[in-house]
């Protein structure tokens, strides 16, 4: 069962005099944009890029996409919070896992999209979407079987990482699963990705994969498995 900070329900994502909020709302302004199709005004010496080129052929998506399903499938009837969800349901195999989906974001355009869609699809497994940031997560203590959170820690601090990490302890049933990826700093590919991404309206940090470890040992969990793709790691990991 979700709960509310404020009568809507929602939180106020706009420009804040707070740090870290104008960030989530910088964030959030950017992936509205690309949700809606939006063109992003960027220098020649960027649009020649090689990883711009794929961007452009849709051939960079595949290499970004972090695939948690291979490490922790969502099992039918369980309950699987999506953080950072996008619009996942509507192009992920949800239907087929039969697990009851729950999704929190801060794009409004993919959380309206999602919330219109969803019901849609299929009335039973679609739980709703919430818009909130992930250090915030709209939700009951053990309320789930599985949370995941691809695609977006790289533009946060590490520091904001431990704020979400120990809300998803909360939230996350005892033995229960989290699943989230991070940027492989060294990746051949890492580098221009990050460019990219700063000239899209998002920084990108490029934190060491011990750093990523050594906060998930401190929050008390274990990693139980880990999966290397050509610009991310997955993590499993129990509290």
Same mark, same amino acid.
């Given at each position: 069962?979700?709960?509310?900070?404020?009568?809507?329900?929602?939180?106020?994502?706009?420009?804040?005099?707070?740090?870290?909020?104008?960030?989530?709302?910088?964030?959030?302004?950017?992936?509205?944009?690309?949700?809606?199709?939006?063109?992003?005004?960027?220098?020649?010496?960027?649009?020649?890029?090689?990883?711009?080129?794929?961007?452009?052929?849709?051939?960079?998506?595949?290499?970004?996409?972090?695939?948690?399903?291979?490490?922790?499938?969502?099992?039918?009837?369980?309950?699987?919070?999506?953080?950072?969800?996008?619009?996942?349901?509507?192009?992920?195999?949800?239907?087929?896992?039969?697990?009851?989906?729950?999704?929190?974001? /801060?794009? @409004?355009?993919?959380?309206?999209?999602?919330? $219109?869609?969803?019901?849609? !699809?299929?009335? *039973?497994?679609? +739980?709703? #979407?919430?818009?909130?940031?992930?250090?915030?997560?709209?939700?009951?203590?053990?309320?789930?079987?599985?949370? /995941?959170? @691809?695609?977006?820690?790289?533009?946060?601090? $590490?520091?904001?990482?431990? !704020?979400?990490? *120990?809300?998803? +302890?909360? #939230?996350?049933?005892?033995?229960?699963?989290?699943?989230?990826?991070?940027?492989?700093?060294?990746?051949?590919?890492?580098?221009?990705?990050?460019?990219?991404?700063?000239?899209?309206?998002?920084?990108?940090?490029?934190?060491?994969?011990?750093?990523?470890?050594?906060?998930?040992?401190?929050?008390?969990?274990?990693?139980?498995?880990?999966?290397?793709?050509?610009?991310?790691?997955?993590?499993?990991?129990?509290?």
């Amino acid at each position: 069962m979700a709960k509310s900070s404020n009568s809507s329900g929602f939180f106020n994502l706009s420009v804040s005099s707070d740090p870290l909020e104008r960030a989530i709302a910088s964030i959030a302004n950017r992936f509205n944009q690309e949700y809606q199709g939006g063109s992003f005004d960027l220098p020649p010496e960027v649009e020649t890029m090689a990883i711009f080129r794929d961007r452009i052929a849709g051939t960079l998506s595949e290499k970004i996409t972090s695939p948690f399903w291979e490490i922790a499938k969502p099992q039918k009837n369980q309950h699987c919070l999506d953080i950072g969800c996008g619009v996942s349901f509507l192009i992920y195999p949800w239907r087929d896992w039969g697990a009851l989906f729950y999704g929190q974001e /801060i794009s @409004t355009v993919a959380k309206d999209a999602l919330n $219109i869609r969803g019901p849609q !699809l299929n009335s *039973k497994l679609f +739980k709703g #979407v919430t818009l909130a940031p992930g250090h915030k997560l709209q939700y009951e203590a053990n309320q789930f079987d599985l949370a /995941i959170a @691809t695609g977006w820690s790289c533009y946060y601090p $590490i520091s904001y990482w431990e !704020l979400v990490l *120990k809300e998803v +302890k909360r #939230v996350v049933k005892p033995g229960g699963d989290f699943v989230f990826d991070v940027l492989i700093p060294d990746a051949e590919l890492a580098e221009d990705w990050a460019i990219l991404e700063t000239y899209l309206g998002t920084e990108v940090f490029l934190e060491i994969l011990e750093n990523w470890e050594k906060i998930i040992k401190e929050t008390g969990a274990k990693i139980l498995k880990r999966q290397p793709g050509t610009l991310f790691q997955l993590y499993k990991i129990r509290f």
